[in-house]
């Protein structure tokens, strides 16, 4: 699959992955065939970019997904009824939520070796409740790998689904300044506060994940283990899907090699340094189909992943034979887990 602007999308690229609606049902399937009007209509609703099946990729295989199509629905689903509850004033459903991280947390414990690559196609409706799925995927994903006990998966995993429930109108936290943060991070901690099923520690996620752990952040400046363990693992998931989705005020979305090596940056300041690094164990820097450019200056497409090395993919490198007779490409495929003096120079749009 190739991931490309909609506005290089032509009448009969076929779709590569299913777009969900905001009610979590399914809104187009992979494998459609794309038409002018599904095209135009995806544009109206806030799509900038798909998957689209690309046929010299064919044999590549697709990464590996830590949630079925299935529990993403239901995320999606639960989300959209959640918050519709809180904006009418009512009260929403703790139970239903909790039987959905449920079934987050039997599939991350599954697939707990596999790396997250975030890759589901976002409109204006459904990006709120897909953003906070992949944060709670992920802090539970972290969670996992620091070997919490199942008690603590759970209040993190609820605490990272439901992180921004203080915000009156959900949406992403592009252009977000502090006086919004600060808001919403009380908000939240009064509505989680008041959910009795719900431990305390739930309600502090939503309160402090904009926390800063050289004590900048917002709402009380707190610093280092000041932050609770739980809050202080969403504010990097948080980070990193925020930069994938909405970049910076330096420019557009990041590439998650870019988005890492912003983070990095942040390291001891903004994000806990112990666990980003848990955080780039976990991630695929160079999702397969990615064309990239390699320090040997040949171009190759990743093909592979190696789990704890995220940075090393395998890269296939297609090879040009000419003679009077023939023309043919041929590959030959390079793992940068083993050819340690090979790196990736650049990510090739």
């Known amino acids: ?31 459609v065939q794309l038409t002018v009007y599904m095209i135009s209509t995806l544009k109206r609703i806030g799509v900038t970019n798909i998957y689209i099946k690309d046929a010299s990729m064919q044999d590549i295989e697709e990464q590996e997904e830590i949630l079925s199509d299935e529990t993403k629905r239901a995320i999606i689903k639960q989300m959209s009824e959640t918050m519709e509850a809180l904006r009418s004033g009512k009260d929403f459903n703790s139970r239903a939520v909790s039987l959905t ?8 414990i599954r697939n707990r070796d596999v790396l997250v690559h975030l890759n589901d196609i976002r409109t204006r409706d459904n990006e709120a409740y897909i953003h906070a799925m992949n944060v709670c995927m992920m802090s539970t994903l972290i969670g996992v ?119 990095m940056a942040m390291s001891g300041t903004i994000l806990d340094h112990e666990l980003l690094t848990h955080f780039l164990r976990i991630v695929s820097v160079y999702p397969n189909g990615v064309s990239v450019k390699l320090s040997t200056k040949e171009t190759g497409i990743v093909v592979g992943q190696h789990r704890g090395l995220p940075g090393r993919p395998i890269v296939r490198v297609l090879e040009r034979e000419s003679s009077r007779e023939n023309d043919n490409v041929a590959s030959r ?17």
């Not at 991280?101 to 991350?108: A, G, N, P, R, Y």
């Not at 008690?151 to 300044?177: C, S, T």
């Not at 340690?340 to 650049?346: A, D, L, M, P």
């Open 145 to 263: 790998g620091m070997n919490l006990n199942q008690i603590q998966l759970k209040e993190l995993a609820i605490g990272a689904l439901l992180h921004d429930v203080g915000k009156p109108d959900p949406e992403p936290a592009d252009g977000e300044d502090e006086v919004g943060a600060k808001g919403h991070t009380w908000k939240g901690f009064e509505l989680l506060k008041a959910k009795r099923e719900f431990s305390l520690l739930i309600a502090h996620v939503a309160f402090q994940h904009h926390e800063h752990v050289d004590g900048s952040g917002v709402p009380r400046g707190l610093v280092g283990e000041q932050i609770h363990l739980y809050s202080r693992i969403v504010a990097v998931t948080n980070m990193y899907d925020n930069l994938l989705q909405t970049g910076s005020t330096e420019g557009g979305p990041l590439l998650p090699h870019d988005a890492c090596e912003r983070m």
């Open 1 to 31: 699959m190739k991931y490309v602007d909609m506005e290089a999308v032509e009448s009969g690229d076929i779709l590569g992955k299913t777009i969900y609606a905001v009610n979590g049902q399914v809104l187009l399937s992979a494998s």
């Open 333 to 349: 495929e390079i793992d940068l887990a083993k050819h340690t003096t090979v790196f990736i120079e650049q990510v090739l749009g």
């Open 101 to 108: 991280v449920d079934d987050l947390l039997h599939e991350v």
